[in-house]
Every structure is written in C-alpha cells, then in structure tokens.
C-alpha cells in the first residue's frame, strides 16, 4: 500500500487552493468589465400609488439639497390616473401680478408661493425622467436681471434624459437674451423667440428629444394684461417630438364674423384680429364663491342708444368669473337699437324689446322682465347704460350678497361717487351710505315691491346717478366701495348735454379696481348693529389720528382744490385720520361741501355731498382712512373730539 506523506497532501492543497483563487479572481475581474449589474428596485409616485418599477442603473440624479416641496395634491389634482410609465403635472401662471405661479410634479408642488422662490420671470424643474420626480427647481428673473445665469443652469442642470417644465410668470421677456432663447429652441421650443412683454409661455421638453415639444403653449397679452394658463397633463417618461409643429388652430367664430360685416364701426370688437375669437364666458376660481346665489342671479342690462357703448359693456360682463350668460338679460329699445338682439345672441344672453321714452318705464320694463323671465328670484342686479365692469365686480357683489338680508340695507352698489384717484385707494373697503348711488346695484326684489314700484314715477325717472331717494334715509342705506367696481364710458355732448352734475360726476379721471382678486375686508362689521361699533372703534384707536387744520387754511385749499398747503402729515398707512368740524348751519352741510371741495372729492353747488353717513364721511388717501367728522354725527360727543373749535364754513 502505497503511502502518502503529510508533505505532498499540503503541497496539494495549497496548489488547489492557489488554482481556486486565480479562476475566482478572473471571474470577478470578467464580471467587472463586461458583466452586468444588479437589478434594483425603487419606487416612485406614480397616479394616486406608489409602484415598484425596477430598472437598469442610469447614474440616478440627486435632488438639490435646496430644493423645497410645498403642498401635496393628489394626481395634482388630475381625476384619473396617468397611464403607465407617465406622471402628472398640474401648471399655473396666475391671473395677475399679485398671485403666484404654480408647478406640480407627481403629486407635490414644487413651485408655489414662498416655494423655491417661483415668481417674476421664469420658472424651471428639473424631473428625473426615470424616477419621474422633481430634483431640481430655480426661477430666473428675466425681467430686473440678464439671462446669463439662466443659461448656465440649461448647460449644466438639464441632463440627456431630464424633462424640463419651464413657466413663465408676470414679465420674463424683458432680458430674456438671444443665447438663452437658443438653448430652450435646442432643447424642444418652437415659440421662444415669440416671447413679447407679459406674454405667458409654458415648455414641457426633454433634453435629447429630436425635434419640437408637443406641450408648449404661449399667449400674447393683451393691453399688458396676461391671459393666464392652467393646464394639467399626464407627462410621459420618454417625450416624442415634431418634426415639424403644426399651425396653432385657426379662431372660428362665424356668427361674430357675419355681424361684424355690418358693423365695422364697432372698431374694437370688430377688428381683424378680433372678429373670429369666440366669446366664452370667464370660468371662476375663487373656491370661495362657488355655491353663491349671485351667479344665478339676473342681469339686467340697459341697452341704452349706443350699440358700441352696449358691445363694450357685454364684454366686460362675459370676462367676470362666474357668469352664466342665460341669467344676462338686456333691455333694449327696438327704434333706437334694431340689431341688439344679434348682438347678445353672439354672447348668449337674452334680449328683450321695450320701446320706453322715460326712464320710469325702463326701470318698469327691467323689473317686469324678471318677474316674467325668472319668477321667483329673490335677487336681481341693473347695469344702466354705457358702464364698463371691473374684472371682479360680480365677486365683490357676491361676497357682500348676505348683507341684503339686514333689513337696514337698502342696495349693494358697485360704484362711488366719490371714487377719484386721490380719495380712493383701498379695494378692500366697503362703507355705509345714505345715498343712492345708481349705475350698477344689486337689490332684492322684495325691496323693489314695496320701496319703489309703488312710486316708480316720482322715485326713478333719472338713472340712477342723478339720486333716486332722498338723502337722510337713515333707516335704510347702500353698500357703497371705496374703489369702484364700474366706470361709466364718456358719452359725447351730442349723446346727453353738459349739465354741472355730469361734469362734477364724470368729467373727472375716475378709480376703478384692476384687481381681479380684491378681497372685502370689512364685511362681517356693514351689519346695523356692528358698523357703529366699528366706527366708534376706528375713532379711538390707537392708531387714530386728529387732524387739527385751520379755518384760514381750509378755506384757501378750497378756493383752490388743493391739499399741497395743508402739510398733511399721513405716514401711517394703517392709520385713520379724522378732520372733526361743527357745521355753521345746523340744517345745511356747507361745511362738509367745503372740505369735499378742497379734498377732491364730489362736489356740486346745488347737490349734497354724496357718501354721507349720519354727519360723517369716509374715503381713503395713499391707503389710508380718512373721517369728516361733523357735529350732526352721534360720534362727534367722543371728548377727544367734542372740544374742536373749528366751525365751516
């Protein structure tokens, strides 16, 4: 039998060993250089779910250590789930300068206000195209500042892969540069180069698509206003491009066209580039609004005897959120007005013949219209002729709606007589008044029953500015802004003559509120049993102040409709300032009419002041409140204001 020594069996298991190892370690250097990588999984937000998808390894992307998520949403608000391998993407360029952009990637917003900074200029993200979530969010100010910036973060940012969604908000297009438009039209923009001021423009792209973005749009302004973009999409991981982007969709409106035709003196409305857009009523986005009895309220619309004066009063009614065109009616006269009712149909409001020669009888044929056509309602609103609404003149009457049910208030009104640009500075304002200010108001029809149908002839024979109820109505008063939500179109000396009153009214550059989000602050004290509160609280705040002027002094400002002498001293902007006087003349108020004389405010020989509210007077100056202050109001026995000298005038 053969033996085997201790010596060569370790010899043997060492070469063994030795053979092992080397095979092992070219195996692993194989696998190394040519050898693929474990799958891995991750997950991702996907629709209303989180799935595992697995995939190859692709260098994932980082997201930006500076890089915020702000609210999240669902699908980003998207009904349905996003198919396969696509993610939802919710973009917003705001309604105005004092709103905020918007961009939702996979359920989380990454742009919104005090969110990344989104604002003025453009704004980008960054998505991973294979995780499909935002890694990266800047915005670029174009407008105060170059765009070189931009254009580094394009060439080191935005990977082969990455899908970009920019947006623009406010103005971008200012310092918008040559090269950066280059880069977006390299990475997908057909329409950059066509970016011109307050234009809103949104790109969805992916760097290393060939050819031109399918999501892009841009809309021209108008009149430096925006037309602002709210779109949702399903977003696909790998974009397609065009090769060649198809002509946007040629504006159809035929029946527009057709009455345009024979109507070329309506200039505006009728104009080449106009005659073919459709006329869609504005959608509402105040979530807070929606429900309001004030949207299926009736409008009612004096035709008047201007067809151009009634085509711009139509399409500021069509531009508020909210309308519902078959709640519009317009009254009209057939001999002074044929082809109203052509018109309207082009909107798709009503119409409604009434051949009147008073304005008793129009306001009869306003009201027995809605009788006839909408049996039942409880409220009604009048636009009289030749009036121009503000964007959110529905909205402010719908926030104060409620205030109808007092039984103390008469109407809601949308316009103030003593709105001048200098006295009227606070959309956020509502007052009391004991004056009927005409021109747009909202009131229920009860109160026409019972106040003013019974003596429609002596009561409403003028439009409404001229005064339909007497001053001093202290039972029941108006809903009047500080701002005004209407503004009354010129009308030329040929259409009404020059009377002081018109002059004194409308011969004068009047406010009017742009904003189409105003929000009322005050509503909740216009009550009776609260607004004297309210006044008694304004009048001795801390943050009240007197202003002690001179008999000499305001004198001489009214002599001369001016303030420039005064030296008012108004640093306070949240203050209230109160010019407390005794009236001369117990029965009259020629020292009201003086100090609205030399303020700026209404003023006409032989009518009161307009605004009034038990002796006293309220309007706004560089946002700040100010009180005429008389010793016919109740509050003029406050001891800080009781002991004025000063008499007017």
């Given at each position: 039998?053969?033996?085997?020594?201790?010596?060569?069996?370790?010899?043997?298991?060492?070469?063994?060993?030795?053979?092992?190892?080397?095979?092992?370690?070219?195996?692993?250097?194989?696998?190394?250089?040519?050898?693929?990588?474990?799958?891995?999984v991750?997950?991702?937000?996907?629709?209303n779910?989180?799935?595992?998808?697995?995939?190859?390894?692709?260098?994932?992307?980082?997201?930006?250590?500076?890089m915020?998520?702000g609210e999240?949403?669902?699908?980003?608000?998207?009904?349905?789930?996003?198919?396969?391998n696509h993610?939802?993407?919710?973009?917003?360029t705001?309604?105005?300068?004092?709103d905020?952009?918007?961009?939702?990637v996979?359920?989380?917003?990454?742009?919104?206000?005090d969110?990344?900074?989104?604002g003025?200029?453009?704004?980008?993200?960054?998505?991973?195209?294979?995780r499909m979530?935002?890694?990266?969010?800047r915005?670029?100010d174009?407008?105060?500042?170059?765009?070189?910036?931009?254009?580094?973060?394009?060439?080191?940012?935005?990977?082969?892969?990455?899908?970009?969604i920019?947006?623009?908000?406010?103005?971008?297009?200012?310092?918008?540069?040559?090269?950066?438009?280059?880069?977006?039209a390299e990475?997908?923009?057909?329409?950059?180069?066509?970016?011109?001021?307050?234009?809103?423009?949104?790109?969805?792209?992916?760097?290393?698509m060939?050819?031109?973005?399918?999501?892009?749009?841009?809309?021209?302004?108008?009149?430096?206003?925006?037309?602002p973009i709210n779109e949702?999409?399903?977003i696909?991981?790998?974009?397609?491009?065009?090769?060649?982007?198809?002509?946007?969709?040629?504006?159809?409106n035929?029946?527009?066209?057709?009455?345009c035709?024979?109507?070329?003196?309506?200039?505006?409305?009728?104009s080449?580039?106009?005659?073919?857009v459709?006329?869609?009523?504005?959608?509402?986005?105040n979530?807070?609004?929606?429900?309001?009895?004030?949207?299926?309220?009736?409008i009612?619309v004096?035709?008047?005897?201007?067809?151009?004066?009634?085509?711009?009063?139509?399409?500021?009614?069509?531009?508020q959120?909210?309308i519902?065109?078959?709640?519009?009616?317009?009254v009209?006269?057939?001999?002074v007005?044929?082809?109203?009712?052509?018109?309207?149909?082009l909107?798709?409001?009503?119409?409604?013949?009434?051949?009147?020669?008073?304005?008793?009888?129009v306001?009869?044929?306003?009201?027995?219209?809605?009788?006839?056509?909408?049996?039942?309602?409880?409220?009604?609103?009048?636009?009289?002729?030749?009036?121009?609404?503000?964007?959110?003149?529905?909205?402010?009457?719908?926030?104060l709606?409620?205030?109808l049910?007092?039984p103390?208030?008469?109407?809601?009104?949308?316009?103030?007589?003593n709105?001048?640009?200098?006295?009227?500075?606070?959309?956020?304002l509502?007052?009391?008044?004991?004056?009927?200010?005409g021109q747009?108001?909202?009131?229920?029809?009860?109160?026409?029953?019972?106040q003013?149908?019974?003596d429609l002839r002596?009561?409403?024979?003028?439009?409404?500015w001229?005064?339909?109820?007497?001053?001093?109505?202290?039972?029941r008063?108006v809903?009047?802004?500080d701002?005004?939500?209407?503004?009354?179109?010129?009308?030329g000396?040929?259409?009404?003559?020059?009377?002081?009153?018109?002059?004194?009214?409308?011969?004068?550059?009047?406010?009017?509120?742009?904003?189409?989000?105003?929000?009322?602050?005050?509503?909740?004290v216009?009550?009776?049993?609260?607004?004297?509160?309210?006044?008694?609280h304004l009048?001795?705040?801390?943050?009240?102040?007197?202003?002690?002027?001179?008999?000499?002094?305001?004198t001489?400002?009214?002599a001369?409709?001016?303030?420039?002498?005064?030296?008012?001293l108004?640093?306070?902007?949240?203050?209230?300032?109160?010019?407390?006087?005794?009236?001369s003349?117990?029965?009259?108020v020629?020292?009201?009419?003086?100090?609205?004389?030399?303020?700026?405010?209404?003023?006409?020989?032989?009518?009161?002041?307009?605004?009034?509210?038990?002796?006293?007077?309220?309007?706004?100056?560089?946002?700040?409140?100010v009180?005429?202050?008389?010793?016919?109001?109740?509050h003029?026995?406050?001891?800080?204001?009781?002991?004025?000298?000063?008499?007017?005038?």
């Open positions: 039998m053969k033996r085997i020594s201790l010596v060569s069996v370790c010899r043997h298991v060492l070469w063994t060993g030795m053979v092992g190892f080397i095979m092992v370690g070219f195996y692993g250097v194989y696998q190394f250089l040519f050898g693929l990588p474990p799958v891995r991750v997950e991702f937000y996907m629709g779910a989180s799935m595992p998808i697995s995939f190859k390894d692709h260098g994932e992307r980082i997201v930006s250590q500076y915020e998520v999240i949403l669902p699908n980003c608000g998207i009904s349905y789930v996003c198919p396969h993610f939802p993407v919710h973009i917003f705001g309604k105005g300068k004092d905020t952009p918007k961009i939702c996979s359920g989380k917003y990454i742009i919104q206000k969110i990344n900074n989104g003025r200029g453009l704004n980008l993200v960054v998505v991973d195209s294979h979530q935002a890694v990266h969010a915005r670029f174009t407008y105060a500042t170059d765009s070189s910036e931009l254009e580094l973060f394009l060439l080191r940012e935005v990977r082969p892969g990455d899908i970009l920019a947006l623009t908000f406010d103005e971008a297009s200012r310092n918008l540069g040559a090269s950066a438009k280059n880069l977006l990475i997908g923009s057909s329409q950059i180069q066509n970016l011109q001021f307050r234009g809103q423009w949104y790109l969805i792209t992916q760097r290393g060939k050819g031109f973005s399918p999501f892009e749009l841009l809309k021209a302004s108008k009149g430096g206003l925006w037309s949702h999409f399903c696909p991981r790998l974009l397609e491009g065009r090769t060649i982007m198809p002509d946007p969709l040629v504006l159809q035929e029946p527009r066209a057709k009455f035709d024979h109507h070329t003196d309506l200039a505006d409305f009728c080449v580039s106009q005659k073919h459709p006329l869609k009523p504005a959608v509402l986005t979530r807070q609004l929606v429900g309001s009895p004030m949207f299926i309220t009736p009612m004096v035709g008047g005897s201007s067809l151009e004066a009634l085509t711009l009063t139509l399409e500021t009614v069509m531009s959120p909210g519902q065109p078959r709640y519009v009616v317009v009209y006269n057939p001999d007005l044929p082809d109203a009712p052509q018109l309207c149909k909107f798709g409001f009503n119409s409604k013949p009434a051949k009147t020669k008073q304005y008793h009888e306001v009869h044929a306003v009201f027995d219209t809605v009788e006839t056509m909408f049996p039942g309602t409880v409220y009604v609103m009048m636009i009289e002729e030749g009036l121009l609404l503000a964007p959110d003149c529905l909205s402010y009457t719908a926030a709606l409620p205030l049910h007092d103390t208030v008469l109407a809601i009104s949308a316009w103030n007589p709105g001048f640009p200098n006295v009227s500075s606070r959309p956020d509502v007052y009391r008044s004991e004056d009927f200010p747009a108001f909202t009131i229920r029809m009860a109160t026409y029953f019972s003013l149908r019974p002596r009561c409403c024979n003028q439009p409404g001229v005064g339909w109820l007497e001053v001093g109505r202290w039972e008063e809903v009047v802004p701002v005004s939500r209407v503004l009354r179109r010129p009308v000396p040929d259409l009404e003559p020059t009377t002081p009153l018109i002059s004194a009214l409308f011969h004068r550059l009047r406010a009017t509120n742009l904003e189409v989000s105003a929000v009322i602050s005050n509503t909740e216009l009550v009776v049993d609260r607004y004297e509160s309210h006044l008694i009048l001795n705040n801390s943050h009240t102040y007197t202003l002690n002027l001179t008999h000499a002094a305001l001489n400002c009214a001369t409709a001016s303030t420039a002498k005064l030296n008012l108004m640093s306070d902007k949240q203050g209230v300032y109160v010019i407390p006087f005794k009236e003349d117990q029965s009259g020629s020292g009201m009419k003086l100090l609205c004389l030399c303020f700026g405010l209404f003023h006409e020989d032989h009518t009161p002041p307009r605004g009034l509210h038990r002796g006293l007077l309220r309007f706004s100056m560089k946002g700040s409140e009180i005429f202050l008389s010793n016919k109001s109740p003029f026995l406050l001891p800080r204001y009781s002991r004025t000298t000063l008499t007017l005038p």
